[in-house]
T-cell receptor, first 114, second 113 residues
């Protein structure tokens, strides 16, 4: 069965410090992996996606993620947090098990302290 | 390119009433998804359409929820009768290619009193 685990429900960082949001997945197939961001009262926006090309994926707003098959991980990082990064972040795995399903993690709420 | 359109943006109803949500995906997107997002949780798939056919409705509470996509374009999701636990944001999403990026609408925030 396919699943996604976001290891931290809440992360707090100071402005200007690095961000690390952790995601582990389980899949019987070669997955596509995504990170989405959701600002308060806003829709879900794609940050970045991995689809079996380069393992280090760069996204919008300075975010990047590295696909590590041996660790079944797809952690999201950013070198320096900005106040505007405060939001909910979702790790998503897409698997083709006859139909394309998109399975969401439970989310990580990022708080950025001034 | 226009995005995924959803309406209404907000809806407040009393329990046991009925409600309907509408979604128009991005033009040309054959696959459409409806998700339910309860406060503090990740989106949960309710139903997936490929053109006008249902490919996955295993998590749709069929005793009260129904959905259709008659012409393979826009879709409606209905709840009848609503329960308090149906209070959530209902998200519509579509994809251009299988395994590609999900494009989301702004969602409909439902409050059941």
């Amino acid at each position: 069965a396919q699943s996604v685990t976001q290891l931290d429900s809440h992360v707090s960082v100071s402005e200007g410090t690095p961000v690390l949001l952790r995601c582990n997945y389980s899949s019987s197939y070669s997955p596509s992996l995504f990170w989405y961001v959701q600002h308060p009262n806003k829709g879900l926006q794609l940050l970045l996606k991995y689809t079996s090309a380069a393992t280090l994926v760069k996204g919008i707003n300075g975010f990047e993620a590295e696909f590590k098959k041996s660790e079944t991980s797809f952690h999201l990082t950013k070198p320096s947090a900005h106040m505007s990064d405060a939001a909910e972040y979702f790790c998503v795995v897409s698997v083709n098990s006859g139909t394309y399903k998109y399975i969401f993690g439970t989310g990580t709420r990022l708080k950025v302290l001034a | 390119e226009a995005g995924v359109a959803q309406s209404p943006r907000y809806k407040i109803i009393e329990k046991r009433q009925s409600v309907a949500f509408w979604c128009n995906p991005i033009s040309g997107h054959a696959t459409l998804y409806w998700y339910q997002q309860i406060l503090g949780q990740g989106p949960k798939l309710l139903i997936q359409f490929q053109n006008n056919g249902v490919v996955d409705d295993s998590q749709l509470p069929k005793d009260r929820f129904s959905a259709e996509r008659l012409k393979g374009v826009d879709s409606t999701l209905k709840i009848q009768p609503a329960k308090l636990e149906d209070s959530a944001v209902y998200l519509c999403a579509s994809i251009h290619m299988r395994g590609g990026e999900l494009f989301f609408g702004s969602g409909t925030q439902l409050s059941v009193l």
